[in-house]
């Protein structure tokens, strides 16, 4: 399957630490996206990052690819307690449909 | 911009029982889809419309799922009868268009929890 595994499954920081999330995917991809739940917004979209892309920016969210370790990282810097919530990458097979498959996300804990 | 409005936020039912999802993409989609995301889990999809002919629906579990998108706008997705596993929270995304070979960014709704008792 070419979901996606986050990992740590939950992670638990104080405000102002940074949060990192690891995904790691089993077949080459065209793109990954990073995307954040919590219970007031739904699902939302945070970042995505082809292939061919090693790193992106977006305010305090930064995102690494390796494709040679098919895995990527999600660096929150400075966190919140608004963002506690889940996180999930989502992966799109290199000759498929471009539909993401979600991993199991990673839970994120925000203490103030 | 309106989002994607999903209704009921929440239901629970029976199992054996028949439930009904309603679905209104952003304004302009032509595509959208119904994801199924299990606690614990990430969605998982079950079915896509481009406008009101369906694309893939692979994962659909259509001995006892359905799903139409008359006139390419709004979409229902019907559970008849339930089982206990169909307990999850069922997500409505829409994307502008569907081009193949090509990244459509899909937004979604806030989804209706089902709790099938």
């Known amino acids: 399957s070419q979901q996606g595994e986050e990992d740590p499954q939950a992670l638990s920081i104080q405000e102002g630490e940074n949060a990192t999330m690891n995904c790691s995917y089993k077949t080459s991809i065209n793109n990954l996206q990073w995307y954040r739940q919590n219970s007031g917004r739904g699902l939302v979209h945070l970042i995505l990052i082809r292939s061919n892309e090693r790193e992106k920016h977006s305010g305090r969210l930064r995102v690494t690819l390796d494709t040679s370790k098919k895995s990527s990282s999600l660096l929150i810097t400075a966190s919140r307690a608004a963002d506690t919530a889940s996180y999930f990458c989502a992966t799109d097979a290199a000759g498929g449909s471009y539909i993401p498959t979600f991993g199991r996300g990673t839970s994120l804990i925000v203490h103030p | 911009e309106a989002g994607v409005a999903q209704s009921p936020r929440y239901k629970i039912i029976e199992k054996r029982q028949s439930v009904a999802f309603w679905c209104n993409p952003i304004s302009g989609h032509a595509t959208l889809y119904w994801y199924q995301q299990i606690l614990g889990q990430g969605p998982k999809l079950l079915i896509q419309?481009?406008?009101?002919?369906?694309?893939?629906d692979s994962q659909l579990p259509k001995d006892r799922f359905s799903a139409e998108r008359l006139k390419g706008v709004d979409s229902t997705l019907k559970i008849q009868p339930a089982k206990l596993e169909d307990s999850a929270v069922y997500l409505c995304?829409?994307?502008?268009?569907?081009?193949?070979?090509?990244?459509?960014?899909?937004?979604f709704g806030p989804g209706t929890r089902l709790t099938v008792l």
């Open positions: 995304a829409s994307s502008l268009v569907f081009v193949t070979g090509s990244y459509n960014e899909q937004f």
């Open positions: 419309f481009q406008n009101n002919g369906v694309v893939d």
